[in-house]
């Protein structure tokens, strides 16, 4: 569950005789709630025992709710706590159980940067400064972002499994190949028709380039199941960025689980910076310098 401030006490006392009042009225209440149940005061979080399983939640949700309110309501406040906490950890558990091993079905999806209202909650950290990655549970009936709470209930502290759940099961099979752009320029297609996560490759999108690679390239993710690359050479990408931009609009319009609709550079140590930011034409100023430097487009 996502640690949560624990500021404020009662009136008269600091947070610390909050806290062990709080605790006690928790401690009172587990044997006709939740009999299974008990605190664990090293960590300050309820234990519930479900079934085989077991699932933890932080008392400094219910503290924080009680250290704004009269003492005569903490009993109110403690119990409405414990009986939430104990029906979110049966679902939770439940889920776990119908999923087998959870941890299975975790992937990692790359979406657009979220805004901070769309990521309150979830298990989710930045993939730059452009995109996000967001934990999902792969589950075609019961799927979905994983949230901080469940992770929480879960007992899913690690997830650094994740992104090895989601190469070794998702992209080991990616198809790639190169089609025609223009005459003579090819861009590279990176794709698994379906896939919910060839987006994931966003940061990786050096081991698609010919070596040695020294300009980086032209990205664009229209879907989440395909990325398109174009690696930069020579000032052919002047001419090619148009149409390139254009393939990566109208992919993203039709496609059935759109990613992205713009087009980056990736460049330096996996950064993604958006070349158009107007639709006149390149507007990025490092990339505009890099077009300077580079030699004139073969033939």
Known sequence: MEPEATGGGRPGGGPRDAASDVHALIRDLLPVLAPSAWL?????????????????????????????????????????????????????????????????????????????????????????????????????????????????????????????????????????????????????????PGSRYVSALLSEVHQFLPSPNEHGALVGAPSHSTLLIYPITSRAVEEVLPVFADVVAEMHAAADDPCASGVYWSHGERRLTPVLQSPDGPANAEFNDLLKILPDAED
């Open 40 to 192: 664990d005061a090293a960590t300050s979080e309820m234990v519930l025992t479900i079934g085989h399983s077991q699932a933890r939640a932080s008392t400094a949700t219910v503290l924080e709710r009680c250290a704004d309110q009269p003492r005569t309501r903490w009993p109110s406040l403690v119990d409405e706590w414990v009986r939430e906490v104990g029906d979110r950890a049966s679902r939770a558990v439940g889920e776990m159980e119908l999923f087998g091993d959870v941890r299975e079905l975790l992937r990692l999806r790359i979406v657009p940067k979220l805004t901070p209202g769309d990521r309150e909650g979830l298990v989710v950290v930045p993939a730059g400064d452009h995109f996000d990655a967001v934990v999902v549970i792969d589950h075609p009936r019961y799927g979905g972002p994983l949230t901080r709470d469940r992770a929480g209930l879960l007992g899913l502290r690690r997830l650094g499994f994740v992104m090895t759940n989601t190469h070794d099961r998702e992209l080991a099979d990616v198809e790639v190949r190169d089609q025609p752009l223009l005459p003579g320029r090819d861009v590279r297609v990176v794709t698994k």
